[in-house]
């Protein structure tokens, strides 16, 4: 019997593919034909013209994997775990996820937010990099821009934009390791998930779920879940401005570090939080933000 992983079809979600179908195959000696790649088309794929938060949000990059998984065609998704909404259905749940890769963005166009000229335009569709870059600087012309890497590379080399900004996790996974400047997590901090590969199964399929146990990397688990925690407790959704990063402290304690912010940059607040269960931390460093947040802030929050 075959192991059934659904992906999307872009370059980077099929590579993020076969590093689940390659750990798999090493801890449990599988041979790489055990395993079938299932690609799936998401209305996100489809359409490239409009911000996702106008369209329907993260769910167009999962709704079809959701419903392939539920109906049997496949086994395993396969998900960049920051394009994962924060509600799921009940009848999915998280199995595991890969070693997390660098967690930063790489700006590129130019080799630092403050080497940008006057008024330079950015492409990017995410609310988080928005706020970020006007923030640190408000004279920034920040454009919608969507695609996959080579389409928004493609755009910049157009003349497009006069820069963009990438997650490096997903340039290296697609061997781009010299492209881009990395943005140092304390100008921009990245968005909850960033850099980690998840893998989620029906929630009573214990026979995908055990060998995916076997490659499941606990440290990024458990902070990709208290991002995630956090994200649920504030009721962020894709029009929210929130960078979030938790990291496994050399005693083994949970730390998490988030901000939030206001469209423009203009306002915002961030604070960290320790703990040993990652529900509880992000629930915890949730109540704190809100209850210290502007109001400009506070509105884009909590529903």
Do not use: Y
């Not at 167009?60 to 394009?83: F, I, N, Q």
């Amino acid at each position: 019997m075959r192991f059934r992983l659904g992906t999307r079809g872009s370059p980077l979600a099929l590579a993020q593919a076969a590093m689940v179908r390659d750990a798999l195959c090493t801890a449990h000696g599988w041979a790489e034909d055990a395993i079938e790649t299932v690609v799936i088309r998401t209305t996100g794929d489809r359409v490239q013209d409009r911000a996702l938060a106008e369209i329907g949000g993260k769910a167009l990059w999962t709704k079809e994997l959701d419903r392939a998984l539920l109906a049997g065609e496949v086994d395993a998704c396969v998900h960049s775990m920051k394009d994962v909404e924060t509600v799921r259905p009940d009848s999915i749940r998280l199995a595991g996820t890969l070693p997390r890769a660098d967690v930063r963005d790489r700006l590129i166009g130019a080799p630092s937010i403050d080497a940008l000229p006057k008024g330079a335009r950015i492409g990017s569709s995410s609310p988080r990099r928005r706020a970020q870059l006007l923030s640190h600087r408000a004279d920034l012309d920040v454009v919608l821009f969507r695609g996959n890497v080579d389409t928004r590379l493609g755009k910049l080399a157009a003349g497009e934009v006069d820069a963009t900004l990438l997650a490096a996790a997903g340039l290296d996974r697609l061997g781009r390791n010299g492209v881009g400047s990395a943005v140092p997590i304390d100008v921009m901090l990245p968005a909850p998930a960033q850099g980690a590969v998840g893998i989620e199964v029906r929630r009573d399929d214990d026979a995908a779920t055990r060998p995916l146990a076997g490659v499941s990397h606990e440290a990024t688990f458990r902070c990709v879940l208290a991002e995630r925690a956090l994200l649920a407790a504030l009721r962020a959704d894709c029009h929210s401005p929130v960078g979030a990063l938790a990291t496994i402290t050399a005693s083994g304690t949970l730390q998490l570090t988030a901000e939030l912010l206001d469209e423009d940059g203009t306002e915002r607040v961030t604070g960290s939080h320790e703990g040993q269960d990652p529900a509880s931390v992000g629930q915890a460093l949730a109540a704190d933000l809100l209850g210290r947040a502007p109001a400009g802030v506070r509105r884009l929050f909590n529903g």
